[in-house]
């Protein structure tokens, strides 16, 4: 069975644009878990420029709630996560004045900082994952430095399929790396600029187990409510 994670953080931008605390964060999550939703997704991001820290707090509190904590690979993100133990962990690039996450993150096998993280949080026991391009040799590099997971970035292949772009070169790039991941015993999950139709597209690749998410679908509650926009997704992927 596939999985959707649904992520959360645009609830949190609305919520922070009058400095209030409407929309709830801990009701989003409820209520997304109550259609369908395998996880929550929320990105601690280092200027918290959505989520906040008592966000994750309260979440944690809800042990019904799954939480997939994407941050960056940095002590402080490190020292939070191994302190709230969310269930997963996805480790992200991150850049101050992005506006979204650009792509995957950009490491290799040598790399002691990232190792050492990973290293941290499987000991905890918390399932880690890394958010990579859909490229081979990242894929080695996250087997080799212990990730259990890789959650491949579909960003360029959702901005084709929506242009109305040949995407088939970018699609036979993520099955092959969809497999080789596999055959590596590394968890496949894909996520970024998602929408029904690349849905649609990717669900078809036996390897992905997880689809990870967020402004789609809070972007379309505001036309077909919350509860259609995450069953319809639901029903894609299944």
């Not at 490491?107 to 905890?124: A, E, G, Q, T, V």
């Amino acid at each position: 069975m596939k999985r959707l994670g649904v992520n959360i953080d645009h609830i949190a931008t609305l919520r922070n644009a009058r400095g209030e605390n409407h929309p709830s964060i801990l009701k989003a999550a409820i209520l997304a878990m109550k259609y369908g939703a395998s996880s929550i997704t929320i990105h601690l991001r280092e200027d918290r420029r959505h989520i906040k820290d008592i966000d994750l707090k309260d979440l944690k509190k809800n042990k019904k709630i799954p939480i997939n904590l994407e941050m960056a690979a940095t002590n402080e993100m490190l020292k939070i996560a191994l302190k709230i133990k969310p269930n997963f962990v996805c480790i992200v690039p991150e850049k101050r004045k992005e506006i979204t996450t650009e792509g995957g993150l950009k490491f290799n096998k040598k790399n002691k900082k990232l190792f050492h993280i990973i290293k941290k949080l499987n000991k905890s026991k918390i399932r880690t994952s890394l958010f990579i391009n859909p490229n081979i040799n990242d894929i080695k590099n996250s087997s080799f430095i212990g990730s259990k997971c890789i959650e491949l970035h579909t960003g360029i292949i959702s901005n084709k399929i929506k242009k109305k772009i040949n995407f088939q070169k970018e699609l036979k790039k993520i099955k092959k790396c969809s497999k080789f991941a596999k055959s590596l015993g590394l968890e496949v999950h894909a996520g970024h600029g998602m929408d029904f139709k690349t849905a649609q597209i990717l669900c078809k690749i036996n390897e992905i187990k997880e689809f990870n998410i967020g402004h789609f679908i809070i972007g379309e509650s505001i036309f077909d409510g919350f509860k259609n926009t995450i069953n319809r997704f639901i029903k894609i992927i299944k």
